[in-house]
């Protein structure tokens, strides 16, 4: 199948302090999440989305952060000794009929330290725990209009797999 027609994103004209810091410095790092990078975690999404949920984060702490050493992975990345970005993903078996693969279910990135390659970074990082774990295979969802993580995704060589998502309105 040929790749999907993406739409150019605006990027930002030029590179903030945050961004430039961490890329000159050469000093992000990647390590797995602890309890006290939560509220860092939690203002970057909180910044991304608009919509602060708490709650959400200490259930996906409690499952990929604390008990995931194995097949849940959690990682932030640090640039300054700050929280400048996560990646969540997990290997699955067997579903959807599908031999065992790691999905990202979320990557995200400081606005203010975009573009600095530490999305790459993570999504980097990830991909080597899913290595380790036997697996051979990288999964994500995405919304079609989001052409931000589209790009991304695109630009880290993922392209269109075979699965398909279905849905139905369940509110009538
Ligand atoms: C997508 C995201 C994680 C990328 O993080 P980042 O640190 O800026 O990414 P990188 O610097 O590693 O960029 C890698 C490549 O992705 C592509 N890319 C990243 N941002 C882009 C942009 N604004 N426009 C076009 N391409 C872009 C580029 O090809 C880039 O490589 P290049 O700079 O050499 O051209 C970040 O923009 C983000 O957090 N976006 C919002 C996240 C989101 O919507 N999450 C919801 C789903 S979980």
């Known amino acids: ?91 699955r078996d067997w579903e959807f009929g599908s031999p065992p693969c790691g999905w990202v279910f979320a990557i995200s990135v400081d606005p203010q330290a975009r573009l600095a390659g530490i999305g790459t970074r993570l999504l980097e990082a990830i991909t080597a725990g899913f290595r380790r774990a036997g697996v051979t295979k990288l999964r994500t969802l995405l919304a079609r209009e989001n052409r931000l993580i589209l790009s991304f995704f695109r630009a880290q060589g993922l392209m269109a797999g075979p699965l398909m998502s279905l849905e139905m309105d369940l509110s009538t």
């Open 1 to 91: 199948m040929p790749p999907t027609a993406v739409t150019p994103v605006q990027r930002p004209a030029r590179r903030s302090p945050r961004r430039a810091e961490a890329a000159d410095a050469g000093t992000v790092s990647v390590r797995a999440v602890r309890r006290a990078d939560l509220e860092q975690v939690i203002a970057i999404d909180t910044a991304v989305t608009g919509i602060e949920k708490r709650a959400y984060w200490a259930s996906v702490y409690r499952r990929y952060g604390t008990a995931g050493r194995g097949e849940q992975k959690f990682l932030v990345a640090l640039a300054g000794g700050q929280v400048v970005g996560y990646v969540i993903g997990e290997v």
